[in-house]
């Protein structure tokens, strides 16, 4: 049985991942293009959570500054490869082959639980991984052909996008563990603004424009940094450093699944029967993963 530590970290990353499932609404619903909000997303939460920091723990800015100024720059990078590499997935495959391929990250975690941290990996878990990738499979219709017969660069894409994130959610990680006592709200806050900051040099480099085009844009892009960035990776580190690095990977799978779910809700996306079975199946792998895996930390 899981302690009531692991308990209340499995659920802060587990809401973490529901906040950050609402990213592809919002990033549909606002019609610039997927690095400029990405771009938004970063600086909007950054720079909510930057404020709520210099309130809440104005010394631990100062802290992080001074003793991982490194690690909050690379974390902030490997955001920026992620999110780049992730859209740029998404534009040549398709969400449904892209959301597969960087769900990856729960192998490239787990190994590096393994090798890095000493974590076992049950066999529970390891036939949870699969099932859980099988449902989403069948959730959002891909299949084996459809995959063999993408574009190889789209595949190369997405499983970078998975490799950088789990790179990312190590960075967040190690932070958190070697300062366990500094908030993560400041550690969030400027790793999101590390990555707005390397995004804005990209955009300079290429001469893209941010310019929102209008106010609806800019409350959608407004809700997709605070609730996406914000509120769902401040929930995810709070619950990062109590948990295993696979079970944390296994749990946020449920932010593909619920970005379907939404799609069916707010999009009325058709689901049929295999969608909701893979659904069901998906949610049921996650559940058993992150229960076996509860006694794995070392």
Same mark, same amino acid.
């Given at each position: ?7 209340s970290?499995?659920l ?8 950050i ?9 606002a ?7 990405a771009?938004?997303r970063t ?8 404020i ?11 802290? /992080?500054?001074?003793?991982?100024f ?14 780049t590499?992730?859209?740029r997935s ?7 082959v892209g ?16 090798i ?20 989403l ?6 299949t ?12 190369? /894409? ?8 789990a790179?990312y959610?190590?960075i967040?990680?190690h ?13 969030v ?28 844009d800019?409350i ?8 996406s960035?914000a ?19 296994l749990?946020i ?8 779910i939404w ?21 049921t792998a ?10 794995a930390?070392e």
């Amino acid at each position: 049985m899981p302690s009531s530590n692991t308990s209340s970290a499995l659920l802060s990353v587990f809401a973490g991942a529901i906040c950050i499932s609402f990213s592809a609404i919002f990033a549909k619903l606002a019609s610039t293009s997927p690095d400029v909000s990405a771009f938004y997303r970063t600086f909007i939460g950054g720079s909510c959570l930057l404020i709520l920091s210099l309130f809440q723990c104005r010394e631990a800015i100062f802290i /992080l500054l001074k003793k991982h100024f490194g690690m909050l720059c690379l974390g902030g990078v490997l955001l920026t490869l992620d999110l780049t590499a992730w859209h740029r997935s998404i534009n040549i495959l398709g969400p449904g082959v892209g959301t597969i391929l960087v769900n990856f990250q729960v192998f490239f975690l787990a190994v590096a639980g393994w090798i890095f941290f000493k974590e076992r990996i049950t066999v529970r878990f390891a036939l949870a991984v699969p099932l859980a990738l099988a449902g989403l499979c069948m959730l959002i219709g891909i299949t084996l052909d459809n995959l063999l017969t993408s574009e190889f660069s789209g595949i190369g /894409l997405g499983l970078a996008a998975a490799l950088w994130l789990a790179f990312y959610t190590l960075i967040v990680r190690h932070i958190q563990v070697r300062s366990p006592k500094i908030s993560p709200i400041a550690v969030v806050a400027l790793v999101s603004l590390a990555s707005a900051a390397s995004m804005g040099i990209f955009f300079i480099w290429n001469s893209t424009s941010i310019v929102i085009p209008t106010a609806t844009d800019g409350i959608w892009l407004f809700l997709y940094g605070l609730v996406s960035q914000a509120t769902g990776w401040l929930l995810i580190s709070r619950g990062l450093p109590n948990i295993s690095t696979s079970q944390a990977g296994l749990t946020i799978l449920i932010m593909p699944t619920l970005s379907f779910i939404w799609d069916i809700l707010f999009f009325a996306r058709p689901a049929g029967i295999m969608e909701l079975a893979g659904g069901i199946l998906a949610l049921t792998a996650i559940w058993l993963g992150t229960s076996s895996q509860a006694g794995a930390k070392e």
